[in-house]
């Protein structure tokens, strides 16, 4: 258990919804990162938040969007879902902003989105 | 751009078998490497890590060499068990930036008894 948690486990929505992945990182750290697991991209980083503000951006289409609230944990949005949205999302979290090899992530269980 | 290209599973082996799984990266800068491990159905772990060239890392029996002269960073173990079976990313993360890890599409390493 790598303390990092992540809700739902699973989700099923249908195309041209708006979904809602909620992140809590581990206790104490302050950068979250989202990273979306699929069978044709593998594994792609997203977005990185530390302490509320957005520090790093990835391949995170416009129709994403994601936030991270004062007791640090992060919301990630998906909205106008297309089939090619389904995938694992992962979090993971780490103690200070990255930028070095010390600053070890944690990931989350993930959570499994399929649009139907 | 910084890759990571790692050999193409499933790796299937029996027990007690050496494991050997490839991977190789491009890097604009100098990058720090790592191995991450996926047991089924649950998020990534680190597995071990190397900052520099010729530094070995190692965990749970595994090992990998940083190999600049040949931009390498094979995962090795001498003897698997069937609990090893899982999908193995080979990563790296340049520093002077963010720090995001670049990962490989993975390995799946299948242990039979």
């Known amino acids: 258990d790598s303390g990092v948690t992540q809700t739902p486990k699973h989700l099923i929505t249908a195309t041209g919804q708006r979904v809602t992945l909620r992140c809590s990182p581990r206790?104490?750290?302050?950068?979250v990162y989202w990273y979306q697991q699929s069978l044709d991209q593998g594994l792609q980083f997203l977005i990185q938040?530390?302490?509320?503000?957005?520090?790093a951006k990835g391949n995170i289409l416009e129709r994403f969007s994601a936030q991270q609230f004062p007791d640090l944990h992060s919301e990630l949005n998906l909205s106008s879902l297309e089939l090619g949205d389904s995938a694992l999302y992962f979090c993971?979290?780490?103690?200070?902003?990255?930028?070095?090899?010390?600053?070890?992530?944690?990931f989350g269980p993930g959570t499994r989105l399929t649009v139907l | 751009g910084d890759s990571v290209t790692q050999m193409e599973g499933p790796v299937t082996l029996s027990e007690e078998a050496f494991l050997t799984i490839n991977c190789t990266y491009t890097?604009?800068?100098?990058?720090?490497l790592f191995w991450y491990v996926q047991y089924p159905g649950e998020g990534l772990q680190l597995l071990l890590k190397?900052?520099?060239?010729?530094d070995k890392g190692s965990n749970k029996g595994f090992e990998a060499t940083y190999r600049k002269e040949t931009t390498s960073f094979h995962l090795e173990k001498g003897s698997v068990q069937v609990s090893d079976s899982a999908v193995y990313f080979c990563a790296l993360a340049v520093s002077g930036g963010s720090y995001i890890p670049t990962f490989g599409r993975g390995t799946s390493l299948i242990v039979h008894p």
């Open positions: 993971a979290s780490s103690p200070l902003a990255g930028g070095s090899s010390t600053d070890t992530q944690y």
């Open positions: 206790s104490g750290d302050l950068s």
């Open positions: 190397a900052t520099k060239a010729d």
């Open positions: 938040y530390y302490n509320g503000e957005e520090r």
């Open positions: 890097a604009t800068g100098y990058p720090s």
